[in-house]
C-alpha cells in the first residue's frame, strides 16, 4: 500500500524546503521592489538569482516576503479598537476576504488580518463555551462568536464616547482666567468678560489693580 505525500514531503524532495530569509536575501529583496514596484514578482525572483545569486524562493515567496515583514508602512503595533471594528464589521458584510478587507485597515497586511481574526474568534470561543475550540467547532458557530465580539467592541466604544463626553463637560465647566501675572501696573486697567466681574479674584500683589466688567459684546482682547 502506497502512501500519499504531503506538501511538505513534496517540497523537500524537490530541494524547496522552507528555509530562513537571510539579510542579504531581505536588502536584495528591497532594492529589487525600488527597481521594479510590487506587482513584478516572478521577475524580481528571477532576478535574485541573476543580480544577487540567490536561488530557491519564488515570486510567491517574495511577495509574502515584502508584504508581511519588509514593506515599511507595516503596522506592527497592538491593534486598536477601531481596527478591530473594522476588521469584524467588515468580515459580517464580505467573509473571508482578507485583501478587501485590509484596504479599509491601512499598514495591516491580509495575513495579520486573517491571522488577527482566528485569534480573536479562538479567544472568543473560549470565553463563550469555556474551552478550546476546533476548526469545524469556530466554522460551525462563527456567527454568534463574531456576533459577540461586535457586541464586545460595541460597548467599548461607547465607554470611551461616554468619558470622552465627560472629559469635555468637566472642561467647559470650568472658569478660565487671563494669567495677570505680567500685567500688574499701577493704574494699568484689565478688561474682564461681564460674568467674571462677580468672580472672588485675589492678587498677591503690592501694587493696585482696577478691574471693571465690559460688555459681553465688545470683542476687544485683554491688554
Known amino acids: 500500500m502506497t502512501k500519499k505525500r504531503t506538501k511538505s514531503a ?4 524537490s530541494g524547496q524546503k522552507r528555509r530562513p530569509w537571510t539579510p542579504k536575501e531581505d536588502a536584495a529583496i528591497r532594492g529589487l521592489v525600488g527597481e521594479n514596484g510590487v506587482k513584478q514578482w ?8 541573476k543580480k544577487y545569486n540567490i536561488t530557491g524562493r519564488s515570486g510567491k515567496q517574495c ?5 508581511n515583514h519588509l514593506n515599511s508602512g507595516i503596522i506592527k503595533q497592538p491593534w486598536t479598537l477601531e481596527e478591530e471594528y473594522t476588521l469584524f464589521f467588515t468580515h459580517q458584510k464580505i467573509g473571508n476576504k482578507w485583501a478587501e478587507i485590509s484596504q479599509d485597515i491601512p499598514g495591516r497586511t491580509d495575513n495579520s488580518i486573517k491571522n488577527h ?16 475550540g476546533t476548526s469545524e467547532d469556530l466554522k460551525y458557530n462563527l ?3 463574531t456576533d459577540s465580539v461586535l457586541d464586545n467592541l460595541n460597548s467599548e466604544r461607547q465607554n ?3 468619558e470622552e463626553k465627560l472629559t469635555s463637560d468637566s472642561i467647559e465647566d470650568t472658569p478660565i482666567f487671563p494669567d495677570f501675572s505680567d500685567m500688574i501696573i499701577t493704574g494699568q486697567h484689565i478688561k474682564m468678560p461681564q460674568d ?10 503690592e501694587q493696585e489693580v482696577l478691574i471693571y466688567p ?3 459684546y465688545d470683542n476687544s482682547q485683554f491688554y
Not at 10 to 13: A, R, T
Not at 117 to 132: A, C, D, H, I, M
Open 42 to 49: 516572478t521577475l524580481i525572483a528571477e532576478n535574485l538569482y
Open 63 to 67: 511577495r509574502e516576503r515584502w508584504h
Open 160 to 162: 470611551l464616547i461616554n
Open 117 to 132: 481574526f482566528y485569534s480573536t474568534v479562538r479567544k472568543f470561543y473560549r470565553k463563550l463555551y469555556g474551552k478550546e
Open 196 to 205: 467674571w466681574a462677580y468672580q472672588d479674584l485675589s492678587f498677591d500683589m
Open 10 to 13: 513534496k517540497k523537500e524532495s
Open 143 to 145: 456567527k454568534q462568536i
Open 214 to 216: 465690559i460688555s459681553p
